[in-house]
């Protein structure tokens, strides 16, 4: 059966990037429709993008544009470029393979967008 393995996750700041990869067995994404879910906790799973074997893409309104999705088939991997990453992005990153045998799906890798802090600053009033 065709495994896929997701890796690339981590923890990052408000603003940074990660790049995920999909990687799939042997001869695993050859023609296959190849899709990037995410969940959130305590939220259903959500579809964020696809890639169709002949290059076409399709993103959910709240990625496009910050989210590019690209395949490298000598390697058997899709990659989920992630830029401008923001707190409301951390989740359970899955992908999903869809052929002719039916469907596959990763086990996930988790991001996690931290909240940026500045430094602060004082204020001092007086009487």
């Known amino acids: 059966q065709v495994q896929l393995v997701e890796s690339g996750g981590g923890l990052v700041q408000s603003g940074e990037s990660l790049k995920l990869s999909c990687v799939g067995s042997?001869?695993?994404?050859?023609?296959?429709?190849i899709s990037w879910h995410r969940q959130a906790p305590e939220k259903a799973r959500e579809w964020i993008a696809t890639?169709?074997?002949?290059?076409?893409?399709m993103y959910t309104p709240s990625v496009k544009g910050r989210f590019t999705l690209s395949r490298d088939d000598a390697k058997n991997t899709v990659y989920l470029q992630l830029n401008s990453l923001a707190p409301e992005d951390t989740a359970v990153y899955s992908c999903?393979?869809?052929?002719?045998?039916?469907?596959?799906w990763g086990q996930g890798t988790q991001v996690t967008v931290a909240t940026t802090w500045g430094q602060g600053t004082q204020v001092t009033t007086s009487l």
């Open positions: 042997e001869d695993s994404f050859n023609g296959d429709i």
């Open positions: 999903q393979r869809t052929g002719d045998d039916g469907t596959t």
């Open positions: 890639l169709w074997p002949g290059g076409a893409t």
